[in-house]
């Protein structure tokens, strides 16, 4: 045999499952790439993943918040997708990952405010039934915004930019 699947008995698992063997197990956190500030939510992730996850966007959201000075912004009422658009998006966003295109940071900042029309608004809103497998999903997928929003820096401000030295 020289594959994994070809110590199993055909009669014991289907096409598909021999295709991805993987599935028959239950899925299992990395906490090698785990983010720091997500640890404590990823050792207790299988006791209450809701809770988990809801509390995970709102720390993201907490973080981002503060790093751009939004406390109390009349800008930034609106909730996380406000926030994370006055961070990282248009001409003269507040927080940016040097040297991306344009394009590129707009499909990160894309990022940010998918997952929450995607997942922490459906979350907020209502009970989500999900397999182990769509948890850990969103789970990697709030820990891969917090990687990204460690490597964001301040963007100059328009007066940085402005500011050329006047040789005397």
């Known amino acids: 045999p020289r594959e994994l699947w070809d110590y199993v008995y055909p009669e014991h698992y289907s096409m598909i499952e ?6 028959r197990w239950d899925p299992i956190i990395p906490m090698q790439i785990i983010d720091d500030r ?6 207790a992730f299988w006791t209450d993943s809701d809770s988990a996850l809801l509390k995970a966007h709102r720390r993201l959201e907490t973080i981002v918040r503060e790093r751009i000075g939004a406390n109390g912004d009349m800008d930034a009422k609106g909730g996380a997708s406000r926030i994370y658009a006055l961070a990282f998006q248009g001409d003269a966003p507040k927080l940016i990952w040097e040297g991306l295109g344009a ?5 990160r900042a894309s990022l940010f ?5 995607a997942h922490r ?9 999900a397999s182990a497998g769509d948890l850990l999903s969103e789970f990697l997928l709030i820990n891969h915004l917090y990687q990204l929003e460690r490597n964001a820096v301040e963007a100059p401000s328009s007066a940085d930019k402005n500011d050329t030295p006047i040789d005397p």
């Open 18 to 23: 021999r295709k991805n063997i993987w599935r």
């Open 38 to 43: 997500l640890l404590d939510l990823a050792v």
């Open 103 to 107: 394009a590129e940071r707009q499909g």
């Open 113 to 117: 405010i998918g997952a929450v029309g």
């Open 121 to 129: 608004n459906a979350r907020a809103h209502r009970e989500i039934e």
